[in-house]
């Protein structure tokens, strides 16, 4: 008691401490902890950049590389990345006559032998007739010792030469020549002999597709760089890299504005639905239960035929407009859900006491509290949508050639899978990795905006 | 228990009469008439046609008639395949498309779940990160992809071997349907396997985990008898929509493997607009999806106690 030594200074306030009020951080809004949290994680990051650059490819990547998808390179057909493309000046063709026969010596017993050099416009065979009069030519892209096939039977012949003239690319060609019996057997003794074919044009040809000018001298034999196509040409001749620029357009085009569209649908008629509640929420959720119901395929029909679009012609719009009519009730429950979880919140009370109209109740509280589920549905929804216009086109139900699309090119490369792979390979590579990059955004973004969702995969 | 069971078989019924409906007047609001063919007709056939089609009739005369077709599970002729009854090609080529779709569920289900529960076991450790890479691959590659790439590697296989290993398309034996099933169970099984794997980390910091590690029950007794039958509960309940993905995934895979299935014979009515045909198929498909997700309900209902189905 005695102790106590209290003088008046020590019943003055103290002086405002700094220190005590001080930010050590600048305030986080939700959209910028979002940001901040997606930002740290390595594999939504590198998705995001991936989603950026196949954007540019779709976008600046045409004005960068200029070439017309629909134009077809007639002297590049179904090459593959990185093929061959000199040309040699020849003479323009002049039907044989055999009597033109130069003569080549042959090492086999039928003396099958070239008759020219052959070349893109015709492959000159001669053979000796002894024995048998009529001979069966055939011929085979494989060596037929390694795959027991002939071929492609090109002709019955009587006379000892016949000139080839069918679909001949650069490359080797292996034709056998079977003796054949009077009565059209086939005997023993077939002779196979490998052809390598060289590409060639004639002037005329060259300065037509622009290779040379009308004026250029040029002397045959002279060889000639063709047009440049970095990922080779489809089965109609047309640039891939060209063809996946377009078509990327239409596949992301679609992929990112339907779920767009119908999210923003379902955002609207869910929060309505959850908002109102009761009987009317009841019918409205009845109503999209049956829409969920109804066959998206036999829709699709239907709309194309409603927009007056012919069997092959091109449906972006009606695929749309499908998928917007169509996949609506997902968003909607989803929204309807956290809408009426919301509704029961201690704020959305206080502003209701504080006199929030509903418009404000809705719009300031409700909807802001449900946009990241919202964004990242969103985000899940582009490659479900990628997924359904390339299952569409695949079965010629969605983008109709000429119009190139991800999922249109595929299903043409499919035909000619095992001779030309790089046709399937292209497109089906940059669905999957526009699709993996969306799934790798929507995990991350899941993560930075739901706090209950985190940690749940 | 029985009287929501009703109520969702009623409401189920109501679903497929908005479906036949919806189906019906789509069809019949397109220009043109199945009759259009490139056959020249004289008045008088078409007017015999018609009238064996019943298309002389008013509209509204078509839908009864058609809805009690329908009731009666009569779904007309096909305009294309002549004589030949939409129920027969349905009955004739729907067991193959279901045989196929049981055994990719079959793939799936037993897929997802032990991948599932094996990167749950293994977290971070590289048998999950295996699994998980696979399991984003799964998801990202398109079915017709998948299909064509390994039907390739089929005919890899079946070169190399000389022989034929197994077949590359068509319809047979069990053989035939492995590869098929496997490939349209693929993105199913990637599926349920996040999604086991999410509900198996779940189900580990439960109290009934720690209450059976903390009496002492043996550790493999606890993953098969409180941690797999918990954690796999989720993955039934999503088993109803994967039904449905795989009917559609199946028109793809039907295609791509030459299998003679209904998916394949939808596609080919679409193309050539056989409007009974599609119009059958349609309502055909959507009654089977309404009935198994009902029936998907009700299972679920039977194993979860928990659920309790008339709330």
Redesign the interface.
């Known amino acids: 008691m005695s102790s106590t030594n209290l003088s008046p200074a020590d019943f003055q306030p103290l002086p405002p401490s700094e220190a005590v009020q001080q930010i050590s951080r600048p305030s986080l809004s939700y959209w910028a902890d979002a940001w901040r949290r997606l930002s740290e994680n390595p594999r939504a990051m590198a998705s995001l950049g991936l989603i950026t650059f196949l954007l540019a490819f779709v976008s600046i990547g045409p004005a960068l590389w200029q070439v017309d998808p629909s134009a077809q390179d007639l002297d590049q057909i179904g090459i593959g990345p990185g093929a061959d493309r000199t040309v040699t000046i020849a003479a323009p063709f002049v039907p044989w006559s055999p009597q033109q026969q130069s003569v080549t010596p042959a090492d086999n017993n039928l003396g099958l032998r070239l008759a020219m050099q052959a070349n893109t416009q015709a492959v000159r065979l001669a053979w000796t007739a002894t024995g048998s009069t009529r001979h069966r030519l055939y011929r085979n892209v494989f060596d037929p010792e390694t795959t027991g096939s002939l071929g492609l039977p090109l002709v019955d012949r009587d006379q000892p030469w016949f000139e080839d003239r069918l679909d001949l690319q650069p490359g080797t060609y292996y034709y056998t020549l079977v003796p054949l019996s009077a009565d059209g057997v086939e005997n023993d003794g077939a002779v196979t002999l490998p052809v390598d074919v060289i590409r060639v044009i004639s002037i005329a040809q060259a300065v037509d597709r622009g290779l040379i000018d009308a004026n250029d001298t040029v002397q045959l034999g002279q060889r000639l760089k063709l047009a440049w196509h970095p990922l080779g040409t489809d089965y109609l001749g047309r640039d891939m890299l060209a063809r996946l620029m377009y078509g990327g357009q239409v596949s992301l085009f679609i992929g990112i504005f339907a779920p767009l569209a119908f999210v923003l649908l379902g955002v609207i008629y869910g929060s309505v639905s959850g908002f109102l509640g009761g009987a009317t929420d009841q019918t409205m959720m009845?109503f999209a239960?049956?829409v969920v119901?109804?066959?998206?395929?036999?829709?699709m029909?239907?709309f194309k035929?409603?927009f007056g679009i012919g069997?092959g012609e091109s449906g972006i719009w009606p695929m749309l407009v499908a998928m917007i009519i169509l996949l609506w009730p997902a968003p909607a429950r989803l929204v309807r859900g956290q809408i009426l979880q919301i509704r029961e919140e201690g704020y959305v009370s206080a502003s209701r006491l504080l006199g929030g109209t509903t418009a404000y109740v809705v719009g300031r509280h409700m909807l802001p509290n449900t946009m990241g589920v919202i964004l990242v549905t969103i985000t899940f929804q582009v490659?479900s949508a990628i997924?359904t216009e390339?299952?569409l086109s695949?079965?010629?139900?969605g983008v109709a050639p000429p119009t190139p699309s991800w999922?249109a090119m595929?299903n043409e490369g499919?035909k000619s899978?095992?001779t030309r792979?790089h046709e399937?390979m292209f497109p089906?590579m940059l669905?999957?990795?526009t699709?993996?990059a969306f799934?790798?955004l929507g995990d991350g973004l899941r993560d930075a905006l739901d706090a209950r969702m985190r940690g749940?995969? | 228990m029985l009287k929501y069971f009703a109520k969702r078989l009623l409401?189920g019924l109501?679903?497929i009469w908005?479906?036949a409906s919806?189906?019906f007047f789509?069809?019949h609001?397109?220009?043109?008439d199945p009759l259009a063919g490139d056959k020249a007709m004289t008045p008088q056939i078409r007017a015999n046609l018609e009238a064996k089609y019943g298309l002389d009739q008013p509209l509204g005369t078509q839908y009864l008639i058609y809805l009690g077709n329908i009731a009666q599970g009569d779904f007309g002729i096909s305009y294309t395949q002549e004589n030949r009854r939409v129920n027969d090609i349905i009955r004739e080529h729907f067991p193959i498309s279901a045989t196929l779709g049981i055994l990719a569920i079959v793939f799936a289900g037993l897929g997802g779940v032990l991948w599932g529960a094996l990167t749950a076991l293994y977290r971070n450790q590289w048998p999950d990160v295996v699994i998980m890479f696979a399991v984003?691959?799964g998801?990202?590659?398109?079915?017709?992809?998948v299909a064509?790439i390994s039907q390739?590697s089929l005919?890899g296989l079946n070169l190399a071997a000389g022989t034929t290993v197994l077949p590359i398309g068509g319809w047979g034996s069990i053989w035939h349907m492995l590869v098929p099933a496997l490939v349209l169970g693929l993105s199913t099984m990637a599926y349920l396997t996040?999604l086991m794997?999410?509900s198996m980390l779940?189900v580990v910091g439960t109290d009934y985990i720690r209450t059976a590690k903390a009496k002492g029950v043996p550790p493999t007794q606890i993953f098969s008898r409180h941690q797999l039958r918990n954690a796999i509960l989720p993955v039934i309940t999503v088993l109803g929509p994967a039904i449905a993905g795989i009917t559609?995934g199946g028109?793809?895979v039907e295609?791509?493997f030459a299998i003679p299935g209904l998916g394949r014979y939808?596609?080919q009515a679409?193309?050539q607009l056989d409007y009974t045909v599609?119009m059958g198929t349609?309502v055909f498909?959507?009654a089977f999806?309404?009935f198994m997700v009902i029936l998907v309900d009700l299972f679920y209902g039977l194993i979860d106690p928990r659920v309790r189905v008339d709330q």
């Not at chain 1, 119901?293 to 829709?299: C, G, V």
């Open positions: 009845r239960d049956f119901a109804l066959p998206f395929l036999l829709f029909i239907l035929v409603i069997p490659p997924f390339a299952f695949f079965i010629g139900m999922g595929c499919i899978m095992l792979p399937l089906a669905i999957s990795i699709v993996l799934n790798l749940a995969e | 409401l109501v679903t908005f479906i919806a189906t789509g069809m609001a397109v220009p043109g984003i691959l998801i990202s590659v398109p079915s017709f992809v064509a390739w005919v996040r794997r999410s779940e559609t028109f793809v295609i791509v939808f596609v679409i193309q599609i349609t498909y959507g999806l309404v």
